[in-house]
T-cell receptor, first 116, second 113 residues
Framework: DGGITQSPKYLFRKEGQNVTLSCEQN?????MYWYRQDPGQGLRLIYYSQIVNDFQKGDIAEGYSVSREKKESFPLTVTSAQKNPTAFYLC???????????????FGPGTRLTVL | QKEVEQNSGPLSVPEGAIASLNCTYS??????FFWYRQYSGKSPELIMS????GDKEDGRFTAQLNKASQYVSLLIRDSQPSDSATYLC?????????????FGKGITLSVRP
């Protein structure tokens, strides 16, 4: 089955802990993205990566870190520096390489993070 | 002005009616436009994309784009209760390596049986 997988589906974190959210895709897509969704605020871009070993900050990168060591994987770490991490985290991928701008994105099922 | 703005909801229509969802954007250089459907508790699903002025039809869905007026809309004909969801408008700003989507806050559609 081709698609985007995220794990875990639910994650509970204590204050002061770092946690890593997994995102894997087997669609051979070039670009991958991380978004955060809060009630009433839409989707906000955290980080994105167009190619392996390269990534850029999105609109709300503070308190987060990523890596892109493999084309199919783009894990997100939520650090203790993120002040309000409780949210629904969505990973997306896009088949388009750097030269294209159509940029249709397809989403994984999401991880719901709750800070206790 | 917000970068991508969707008309306030929620929107309620009877089954079989046409639902009209609107979206305006501020960046005149935007090149591609998308509608996503998101059921409660689930992730967004891409249902329509449009890149040039005019209408694009796919089944019961029609996307309309007017770049001069900077709006994009989604019409859902013969609305069904299964269409009840939040619809997100997304606009692609920038090009190449700077290409990224900006999402509206979404509008919740309820189709009454």
């Amino acid at each position: 089955d081709g698609g985007i997988t995220q794990s875990p589906k639910y994650l509970f974190r204590k204050e002061g802990q770092n946690v890593t959210l997994s995102c894997e895709q087997n669609l051979n897509h070039d670009a991958m993205y991380w978004y955060r969704q809060d009630p009433g605020q839409g989707l906000r871009l955290i980080y994105y990566s167009q190619i392996v070993n390269d990534f850029q900050k999105g609109d709300i990168a503070e308190g987060y870190s990523v890596s892109r060591e493999k084309k199919e994987s783009f894990p997100l770490t939520v650090t203790s520096a993120q002040k309000n991490p409780t949210a629904f985290y969505l990973c997306a991928s896009s088949p388009r390489a750097l030269a294209f701008s159509y940029n249709e994105q397809f989403f994984g099922p999401g991880t719901r993070l709750t800070v206790l | 002005q917000k970068e991508v703005e969707q008309n306030s909801g929620p929107l309620s229509v009877p089954e079989g009616a046409i639902a009209s969802l609107n979206c305006t954007y501020s960046d005149r250089g935007s090149q591609s436009f998308f509608w996503y459907r998101q059921y409660s508790g689930k992730s967004p699903e891409l249902i329509m994309s449009i890149y040039s002025n005019g209408d694009k039809e796919d089944g019961r869905f029609t996307a309309q784009l007017n770049k001069a007026s900077q709006y994009v809309s989604l019409l859902i004909r013969d609305s069904q209760p299964s269409d009840s969801a939040t619809y997100l408008c997304a606009v692609n700003r920038g090009t190449g390596a700077n290409s990224k989507l900006t999402f509206g806050k979404g509008i919740t559609l309820s189709v009454r049986p």
